[in-house]
Every structure is written in structure tokens, then in C-alpha cells.
């Protein structure tokens, strides 16, 4: 596999109770979406509009100071975390689910990306490179 490929990474502060203050903290190839005070936060919802996939990881101790930068991906090529067993191959749409993993896009839900590496029955958890196509619908 290729993978990823920037076209525009942008540093941006991350929420103190960045999704709801998870024991991981930041995990990277997760959809976030924008929060209160121009920061981020977990997206796991595809009726939010993603900002980006974040593509680096932030321990929890650091991201409750309220004072990390983390990399967010917002064009180009990515890989992004799967969040729910499904069949993708290229050309697929995919939106922001549980967990700020990607699944198959359905109708009238915000797309974070297009599928354009590595496709095929894939398991919760995998990695899969995707074309990010901000504001699309499906």
C-alpha cells in the first residue's frame, strides 16, 4: 500500500475533554470535528461534519492540560481507522462513525472520504486509505 499523501495538515488545539476524556486520549486515523474555542474533538457521528482525521496520537495526561496541537489531516489521502465491519472497495464513500472510525456512507450523512487504497471485506479496526472530500453528501 502506498499510503497516505497531504495535501493540507493543519495543527489545531485539542478540546481538554477531548471525547469525553477517553483513557487513550488522542488516537490517530479518527474523524474529528471542530469544538467550542476553535479546538477539536472526537467526531462519531456522520450527521456532524468531519474537519479532518487526526494523525497523531496524544496521551490523556497531556490532551486534559488543554494546551496539545495535534495534526489534522483535511486534504488529500489519509488512512482512517474502520469502526464497523463492511465490504469496501475503491470508490467507496465513507462516513464518520462510533468510535471517529469510518463505515459505508448512507444517504443524507456528511462524507468524510472516498476509498482509494487497500479494499475488500474489512473487520472493525483495520485501516483502509481514503481521498478526504470535505462538506460531500452522500
Same mark, same amino acid.
Given at each position: $500500500?502506498?499510503?497516505?499523501?497531504?495535501?493540507? +495538515?493543519?495543527?489545531?488545539?485539542?478540546?481538554?475533554?477531548?471525547?469525553?476524556?477517553?483513557?487513550?486520549?488522542?488516537?490517530?486515523?479518527?474523524?474529528?470535528?471542530?469544538?467550542?474555542?476553535?479546538?477539536? +474533538?472526537?467526531?462519531?457521528?456522520?450527521?456532524?461534519? *468531519?474537519?479532518?482525521?487526526?494523525?497523531?496520537?496524544?496521551?490523556?495526561?497531556?490532551?486534559?492540560?488543554?494546551?496539545?496541537?495535534?495534526?489534522?489531516? $483535511?486534504?488529500?489521502?489519509?488512512? #482512517?481507522?474502520?469502526?464497523?465491519?463492511? *465490504?469496501?472497495?475503491?470508490?467507496?464513500?465513507?462516513?464518520?462513525?462510533?468510535?471517529?472510525?469510518?463505515?459505508?456512507?448512507?444517504?443524507?450523512?456528511?462524507?468524510?472520504? =472516498?476509498?482509494?487504497?487497500?479494499?475488500?471485506?474489512?473487520?472493525?479496526? +483495520?485501516?483502509?486509505? =481514503?481521498?478526504?472530500?470535505?462538506? $460531500? #453528501?452522500?
Amino acid at each position: $500500500m502506498a499510503g497516505a499523501s497531504y495535501v493540507l +495538515d493543519k495543527g489545531y488545539k485539542v478540546l481538554s475533554t477531548y471525547n469525553s476524556s477517553a483513557a487513550a486520549g488522542v488516537t490517530p486515523y479518527r474523524c474529528v470535528k471542530t469544538a467550542t474555542g476553535q479546538t477539536i +474533538d472526537l467526531n462519531a457521528t456522520a450527521a456532524t461534519l *468531519s474537519l479532518g482525521v487526526v494523525q497523531e496520537a496524544v496521551d490523556a495526561a497531556k490532551v486534559a492540560t488543554g494546551k496539545v496541537v495535534a495534526d489534522v489531516r $483535511m486534504l488529500g489521502i489519509t488512512k #482512517v481507522f474502520v469502526t464497523t465491519a463492511a *465490504s469496501l472497495v475503491i470508490g467507496s464513500k465513507v462516513m464518520a462513525g462510533t468510535g471517529g472510525g469510518v463505515l459505508l456512507a448512507t444517504s443524507t450523512n456528511f462524507v468524510v472520504g =472516498i476509498v482509494v487504497g487497500f479494499g475488500g471485506t474489512l473487520a472493525d479496526g +483495520d485501516i483502509v486509505d =481514503i481521498l478526504l472530500t470535505p462538506g $460531500m #453528501v452522500a
